[in-house]
């Protein structure tokens, strides 16, 4: 493959988003990773208040609650699984589960816990999708791959765990199994999508596709949850993911905002992707 070749698969400059990619592990690292801490234990504690528990709730809590589910480990739910995304994803990640989606979340999640299943399903969705995603980079399958890029997927995935486990964390606390599947509603979608990825600015596609479903979805969710603490969670969460889809443009050599195919704005933050 010829370097002109391989440079037209990525629009931007390996400096500049490993620049990004470091900005954002800082930025989740001082601000939104305290902040998501600080929203579990509120939501935890005060949801435990309202059930009479009074017991409070740190971190190592947190950890031990969240220990057992591992978001990267997400078995994929759908009827008929595209090969392509099953090929791509290794040992456990490869498990298939088949689901009913219109009995998600399952009975027994309403209010805020019926959120929170949401949530982790979506972002179980996208670890899977960027496990799958750097698995067949690695084997050869999307053409020369920048490190800079493998590097922000790596990144991201990471983050998506994490905010995959401070969800179950919740589930956990208040005696709910967890979330360990990914979105019914999405993931033939995203099956469909992967099977056409053969690049990286398709493989940006198909992220984009995850993170502005993820952030509409928080977005749109927000405004029904009924705690402050969960509202925090919730709003802990949400910026994270429109940091990645600002990455993400930039990655495919587009400007935030103007997305459409004829070219016109249409809102960065629209809520019409919602799960």
């Given at each position: ?33 305290p ?6 234990s ?29 978001a990267?480990?997400?078995?994929l739910?759908a ?16 498990r298939?589960?088949?689901a ?19 949530a ?12 799958a995603?750097l698995?067949a980079a ?8 920048p ?17 995959a ?11 709910k ?37 993820a ?12 705690s ?31 997305q ?16």
């Open positions: 493959m010829s370097k002109r070749t391989e440079k037209a698969q990525f629009a931007g400059s390996e400096g500049e988003l490993k620049a990004m990619t470091r900005e954002l592990t800082e930025l989740h690292n001082d601000v939104s990773e902040s998501m801490w600080a929203g579990i509120n939501m935890i504690d005060s949801m435990r208040g309202a059930e009479g528990s009074g017991r409070s709730t740190s971190r190592r809590t947190f950890l031990l609650g969240a220990g057992a589910a591992v990267g480990g997400a078995a739910m009827v008929g699984a595209t090969p392509g995304l099953a090929a791509a994803a290794t040992r456990s990640e490869s298939l589960h088949l009913d989606a219109a009995m998600f979340p399952p009975a027994g999640y309403t209010g805020d816990l019926a959120v929170a299943a949401v982790a399903s979506l972002e179980n969705l996208a670890v899977f999708a960027y496990n995603g698995t690695t084997a050869g399958k999307l053409g020369a791959v490190p800079a890029v493998a590097t922000f997927a790596t990144t991201a995935k990471a983050q998506h765990t994490q905010h486990a401070a969800w179950n964390a919740v589930l956990a606390q208040h005696g199994a967890k979330i360990t599947e990914t979105n019914p509603t999405l993931t033939p979608t995203v099956q469909a999508a992967f099977a056409k990825v053969t690049d990286v600015t398709g493989l940006a596609q198909l992220a984009l596709m995850l993170e502005s479903a952030a509409a979805t928080y977005q749109a969710e927000t405004s029904k949850l009924k402050t603490s969960a509202i925090g969670l919730s709003a802990s969460i949400e910026p994270v993911e429109m940091q990645h889809i600002a990455i993400l443009y930039y990655v495919m050599g587009m400007y935030p905002g103007s459409t195919t004829a070219g016109t704005p249409i809102a960065f933050s629209s809520t019409a992707l919602a799960a």
